[in-house]
């Protein structure tokens, strides 16, 4: 045996070298610059910007921290970058899918180093020219699959992350996917409060789940101050989907290790202080060289009106999907 082969589960291990390339390019019509293999390199910090209020500060490995108008208003934990970098597994963006093929269910984890070396894959990275647009892209070579996910912002309807599975393949492919965002803060945890007292902040969570219409809120149960008085927190964070069949939604990440090892998963409506998520599990099948999209939005600072307008959006638009992709590109527009 070669002194640098390895192997996981008697399978060869993949670790061949790829070059780091990069070019700009034509993605869905629009200019990208295209960093090949940017896995590799080490992790490096982006600035994501917005025609509105909307902050996104990003590593090349998809660990990121997210708001509008400044770090008070975060929507994902505002740290320092290196903090930010490491937590890649447990905030941001999370896909897991499972594969089934041959009476067998694969487990494929996009951009998670927990199955390195387990399939030949490739991870490339996009921005578009004005900067408000960031791509992530893996290729499974061994499961003939691209996932690829990208993040935008909308005025009107706030994070936006769209989400795009690809059969390259020449065979039908049936799959669960389990996709979504995590450590999600509720609205009114400052950035002071998130770095000093984040146990503590955690205590607090409340997520809730409006089953028919897939909407998840996070509030904090009550106001977190000092004095001895009762403080209603009247304003949430909300996130919610288009795009996916009757799916399964998650509203925590506790649920995450059942679903890598099989297990069914049940819908969560009501969960209190764990750290809040939003994910959607469904079954999906593709016919060769077809693709799915779907999209997961999430916004701050909503009040009761607000969480009543978006409810009704979701019960009655039927072209919300395509006015959520109009706003984003309506920003692109004004940048």
């Known amino acids: 045996m070669n002194q640098h082969e390895i192997y996981l589960g008697g399978k060869k291990a993949h670790f061949e070298k790829s070059e780091i390339k990069g070019e700009p390019v034509l993605l869905q019509n629009e200019s990208f610059y295209k ?6 390199m ?3 910090f982006m600035s994501i910007v917005s025609d509105s209020d909307h902050w996104m500060f990003i590593s ?8 509008r108008k ?23 963006s999370k896909t897991i899918l499972q594969i089934h093929k041959d009476g067998k269910s694969l487990l494929w984890e996009p951009f998670s180093e927990r199955y390195e070396g387990v399939y030949a894959i490739t991870r490339n990275l996009y921005k578009n020219s004005f900067g ?17 996910y990208q993040w935008n912002s909308s005025d009107l309807y706030g994070f936006v992350k769209k989400a795009t599975l690809v059969n390259d393949s020449k065979n039908d492919v049936q799959l669960t ?38 909407l998840g809120i996070y509030a904090l149960s009550a106001v977190i101050v000092d004095k ?5 927190a009247l304003k949430s964070t909300i996130a919610w989907s288009l795009g996916m069949n009757k799916p399964t939604h998650l509203i925590s990440s506790l649920q995450l290790d059942a679903f890598r090892k099989g297990m069914p998963i049940n819908e969560e409506i009501d969960i209190k202080a764990e750290k809040s998520a939003y994910f959607i ?16 939005v999430a916004n701050l600072n909503q009040g009761p009106s607000d969480v009543q307008a978006i409810s009704s959006l979701l019960k009655s638009e039927k072209g919300l999907y395509n006015k959520v992709l109009e706003d984003i590109e309506l920003g692109t527009q004004n940048l």
């Open 177 to 214: 996917i389990l996709d979504g965002i995590q450590n999600i803060l509720p609205y009114g945890i400052n950035e002071d409060l998130q770095n000093n007292r984040s146990n503590l902040a955690d205590a607090y969570k409340k997520s809730e789940l409006e089953a028919e219409i897939g």
């Open 70 to 92: 400044n770090s008070d208003s975060a929507i994902f934990p505002y740290y320092t970058d290196d903090k930010i970098t490491e937590s890649h597994e447990i905030t941001g």
């Open 132 to 148: 408000n647009k960031i791509v992530f892209e893996e290729i499974n070579e061994d499961l003939g699959l691209i996932f690829r």
């Open 35 to 40: 960093i090949s293999n940017s896995d590799i």
């Open 60 to 67: 090349s490995n998809g660990a990121l921290s997210a708001g």
């Open 228 to 232: 001895a008085e009762p403080s209603e």
């Open 42 to 44: 080490r992790p490096f």
């Open 281 to 296: 599990s469904s079954k999906v099948e593709l016919s060769p060289n077809s693709d799915k999209d779907w999209i997961i």
